[in-house]
């Protein structure tokens, strides 16, 4: 028989066992993404200072330009961790390059809450910043696609959605972790504090995050896909060949699919801390709070986007979600233009409502786009490569286009073009809601 059979093609309680799977891929993407996250927003507050002040006496605003764009470097080093830990994946199982990846992760982290500033070291500081950030990269790219087949692969067949989408709300609860520790020292620090330790802080507690990550996901079990992908001696010699030979057309558009929904949350994780404190003269406590709002959204609709997807399809799903997002782009900073912390908040919390849609059934999309022997190297390879298109340069184009146009309107522009490309891709992908994740015919003798 299939493994659907191991998988779970009925309707079931859940299980001890199938709560420890839920609580391990959570804990660890939360982790891994509250360290991404802490960098990104950093970079918006005050990496350009500490670290590319000479930049500044040759335009002002250019460290902090600069800045942002080394957030997007580490995403150019994402494809290139998705395509070892895929490789490895498929070939060892998803359970050991998960927690390989959350130690990497969390080494990264801390490293850079200990690194010197340019005033100590000179120019070694800021190479070393980026090169730890592409360490980060490396890691994050090896990360998602694991914990998105184990919790779907895991999951039972009417409910992969639903199962998939709390891998996916690591994203947001990162988001909320990290800017509630950045809110906790900019509030109980004075800004000169801030500047000179406080922003080290959130980096240096991701040791005890890593700590808890890895104790939780230690206890998880294998997936039961990847254990009869084993038994069967079928896991791919070479998973890469076979997924471009193969599968080509859908890494293509697992990338597209994902380009706007990147972007747009980057905008929220990023971009609009630094635009509503540095542009707008808004309060820093008080635009952080408004992120925390927004990723509190973020949340909701990714576990109701899971949801959804198992009763009225994933690329249904995705579409409605892409429209909401789409259409909201325009009214989203004419509210923010008028410097009303409360219509700020109201902007990115709509936002959020698309955001959690287009982003909740992407777990089960993929893992179904998919057969088994590449499942781990098509879904991170095609994650990742969304990644650079999406979200990389998001914040620094933002920026750019905010300075050129003289108008934060042209990147509400940039995004409803990126929400075309991803609903045309998403709408490209014959409906795959209940794909036999398993394997056809009898096992081996």
């Given amino acids: 028989m299939g493994t659907e059979s191991i998988v779970g093609s009925e309707p079931r309680g859940m299980t001890g066992e199938d709560r420890k799977v839920l609580a391990g891929t959570l804990a660890g993407t939360t982790i891994e993404w509250y360290d991404f996250f802490i960098y990104a927003q950093a970079a918006g507050l005050v990496f350009g200072p500490l670290f590319l002040a000479p930049l500044?006496?040759?335009?002002?605003?250019?460290?902090?330009?600069v800045s942002l764009a080394t957030i997007g470097v580490s995403f150019l080093f994402r494809p290139l961790g998705a395509v070892l830990a895929g490789r490895f994946g498929d070939r060892l199982g998803?359970?050991?390059?998960?927690?390989?990846?959350?130690?990497?992760?969390?080494?990264?982290?801390t490293a850079i809450g200990l690194l010197p500033t340019y005033g100590s070291i000179g120019v070694a500081a800021p190479i070393a910043l980026v090169l730890l950030r592409v360490a980060q990269g490396f890691s994050a790219g090896g990360e998602w696609g694991g914990a998105a087949l184990l919790a779907v692969e895991h999951a039972?067949?009417?409910?992969?959605?639903?199962?998939?989408a709390f891998p996916q709300i690591g994203v947001p609860i990162g988001l909320i972790l990290a800017t509630g520790v950045l809110w906790v020292m900019s509030t109980v620090t004075t800004p000169e504090g801030f500047r000179a330790w406080g922003w080290r802080v959130p980096f240096l507690l991701s040791l005890v995050l890593i700590v808890i990550g890895y104790l939780v996901r230690r206890a998880v079990e294998e997936s039961p896909v990847f254990e009869e992908l084993?038994?069967?001696?079928?896991?791919?010699?070479?998973?890469?060949?076979?997924?471009?030979?193969?599968?080509?057309?859908?890494?293509?558009?697992?990338?597209?699919?994902?380009?706007?929904?990147?972007?747009?949350?980057?905008?929220?994780i990023a971009y609009f801390i630094g635009y509503g404190t540095t542009t707008l003269g808004l309060p820093r406590s008080s635009v952080l709070l408004a992120t925390v709002a927004g990723s509190a959204g973020w949340l909701v609709f990714t576990l109701y986007g899971g949801a959804?997807?198992?009763?009225?399809?994933?690329?249904?799903?995705?579409?409605?979600?892409?429209?909401?997002?789409?259409?909201?782009?325009?009214p989203l900073f004419l509210l923010m233009e008028t410097r009303d912390i409360r219509l700020f908040t109201v902007a990115v919390v709509v936002l959020s409502v698309g955001l959690g849609l287009s982003y909740g059934p992407m777990s089960a999309l993929y893992a179904e786009m998919f057969p088994g022997p590449v499942r781990y190297s098509g879904a991170a390879i095609g994650y990742a490569l969304g990644a650079i298109l999406g979200g990389a340069f998001a914040p620094t184009i933002a920026q750019a286009l905010v300075q050129g146009t003289g108008s934060a309107l042209s990147v509400g522009a940039y995004i409803m073009a990126l929400c075309v490309i991803s609903l045309a891709a998403v709408t490209a992908v014959k409906e795959p809601k209940g794909a036999d994740l398993g394997l056809p015919g009898p096992p081996r003798a």
Avoid: C
Wanted: proline content about 3%; cysteine-free; overall charge positive.
């Fill in 308 to 330: 959804l997807s198992d009763r009225i399809g994933r690329v249904r799903t995705f579409q409605l979600g892409y429209a909401l997002v789409f259409v909201w782009m325009i």
């Fill in 156 to 164: 039972p067949r009417d409910r992969r959605g639903w199962w998939g």
């Fill in 94 to 109: 998803r359970k050991r390059m998960l927690v390989l990846t959350l130690v990497l992760m969390g080494a990264a982290t």
């Fill in 230 to 268: 084993r038994r069967r001696a079928r896991t791919s010699s070479a998973p890469l060949r076979d997924l471009f030979r193969h599968h080509s057309r859908n890494v293509l558009l697992t990338a597209l699919i994902f380009v706007a929904n990147n972007a747009a949350g980057y905008l929220l």
């Fill in 56 to 65: 500044n006496e040759r335009a002002p605003g250019l460290a902090t330009l």
